[in-house]
């Protein structure tokens, strides 16, 4: 199978390199990382522990008249895996299919920790993009996927998947169908065949806006277990706003899913609510909701539970600096549970996340940029399973352009996490990366 598969891919790349060579151009790119960790044990001892990655690629493109081939190919190695990827591609304009698009891809990937569980992909997809000369559109696309692995373990399963999508547009309104199979080896990761149909629609009566989205999903399964049994789920929701100013537009939010199980263990129904407010025209937004997920039958795996969310984010695009920031706030209330084979699913929790990114151009050639996050959860019920922490993230990036050639590129990255009941879970990690590119 794969000699075959290696002899289709080298004819691809044949008859890519008969075509004529006048408007060939491509990039290659060499780059590498290095991350340093600290955490410490029990006993107050320190640890570090140290990794590091190299990687390098190669992209060419060759014009003809309106059509393009694409040629790329990868290699890549790091503590984990060595990695290897090639894709040949296609792009053309054709008065019927539209705007074609085809892709070959292969991956290998050769397991180098202690698993030595080394695995392959390969895969095929099609697609085509047909715009009305009156207005709207309509698209498909196909996709082949085949994987498999040198050692199956339970979730690593050869197998074999297909899918196909069609939509279509017109106006205001645009349907989708889509259609998925994929075939196991074994007998422990049950086959499965999923359809999905989506239907939305984007109006602007005067100074309404609505946009409203309704679908409906099927999964039929070989063979039920308790986490995976045929299913049917609807989904609809309604953005409705209405601009009041011209920097001010209040929206409402809805959001209504039911789910249905063949065996019925997984039956649920979920509500979700809210505000959201727009000011300004360099955007604020800010988004109140609440919810509620309850299951017909509970257990330690299932339980219902309500939440309350507010989130909050600005942008500013001024001159050569670029500044975003947002925040969000979460509220899940859960029937909480003195013990539970499932720590995860036992407890009420608030999250905060505040983060952020500033980018200033200095130049045509020169831009630093800098991303930071914080974060802080709370536990009602707290174990080391359950572990109250806070979460520091912060980067810096250089990027250098020269003559639109040459591009080099680095970034260093600082994490810490910190558990104030449980301080022998702390860890502290800091990341170094960069590449070189230059274009041709």
């Not at 007998?187 to 149909?197: H, I, N, Q, R």
């Not at 990255?413 to 022998?424: C, H, L, N, R, V």
């Amino acid at each position: 199978m794969k000699t075959g598969i290696v002899n289709l891919f080298l004819c691809l790349l044949f008859l890519a390199a008969c075509e004529p060579l006048a408007a060939l151009d491509g990039t290659v790119s060499l780059g590498g990382g290095y991350d340093s960790s600290f955490r410490k044990e029990i006993d107050g001892s320190e640890i570090r522990e140290e990794s590091g990655y190299a990687q390098g690629s190669l992209s060419l493109t060759l014009l003809q008249g309106e059509s393009q081939w694409g040629l790329y190919a990868d290699m890549s190695r790091d503590d984990f895996y060595d990695e290897k990827e090639g894709r040949l591609s296609y792009t053309g304009t054709h008065s019927f299919w539209g705007n074609f698009y085809g892709a070959l891809n292969y991956i290998d990937r050769d397991d180098i920790t202690e698993t030595d569980n080394n695995s392959s992909t390969l895969s095929l997809y099609l697609s085509s993009v047909h715009y009305r000369p009156n207005g709207g559109y309509w698209s498909g696309d196909l996709t082949f996927e085949q994987t498999g692995y040198s050692r199956e373990e339970t979730g690593l399963s050869d197998y074999t998947g297909f899918a196909g999508n069609i939509a279509a547009g017109l106006g205001d309104i645009y349907l989708s169908l889509r259609g998925e199979r994929r075939d196991y080896k074994g007998e422990v990761t049950p086959d499965y065949t999923g359809a999905d149909l989506m239907a939305s629609g984007y109006f602007y009566p005067g100074l309404w806006v609505i946009n409203s989205t309704a679908s409906i999903s099927h999964r039929t399964y070989a063979f039920s277990t308790e986490e995976m049994d045929d299913y049917n789920r609807g989904d609809l929701s309604l953005r409705l706003g209405y601009k009041t100013a011209p920097s001010f537009t209040p929206f409402l939010l809805g959001d209504l899913s039911l789910y249905r199980e063949d065996l019925g263990l997984g039956d649920y129904l979920q509500w979700e609510g809210g505000i959201e407010l727009n000011f300004f025209e360099n955007p604020l937004t800010l988004i109140i909701k609440t919810g509620n997920k309850s299951f017909e039958r509970e257990s330690e795996s299932r339980l219902s539970y309500s939440y309350y969310m507010a989130e909050g984010s600005w942008s500013v695009w001024a001159g050569p600096w670029t500044f975003y920031v947002g925040n969000n706030w979460e509220l899940q209330k859960i029937e909480d549970l003195a013990s539970t084979t499932y720590p995860e699913a036992k407890n009420s929790n608030f999250i905060n996340n505040l983060y952020g990114e500033v980018s200033r151009s200095l130049g045509r050639a020169l831009t630093i940029s800098s991303d930071f996050s914080y974060e802080w959860k709370q536990y009602f019920i707290e174990d080391e399973m359950n572990a109250d922490y806070t979460q520091y993230d912060l980067s810096l990036g250089l990027r250098y352009n020269l003559f639109f050639k040459y591009i080099f590129s680095l970034e260093g990255a600082y994490t810490s996490i910190q558990y104030p009941s449980f301080s022998e879970n702390d860890n502290r990690k800091w990341t170094v990366t960069t590449s070189m590119e230059y274009s041709f």
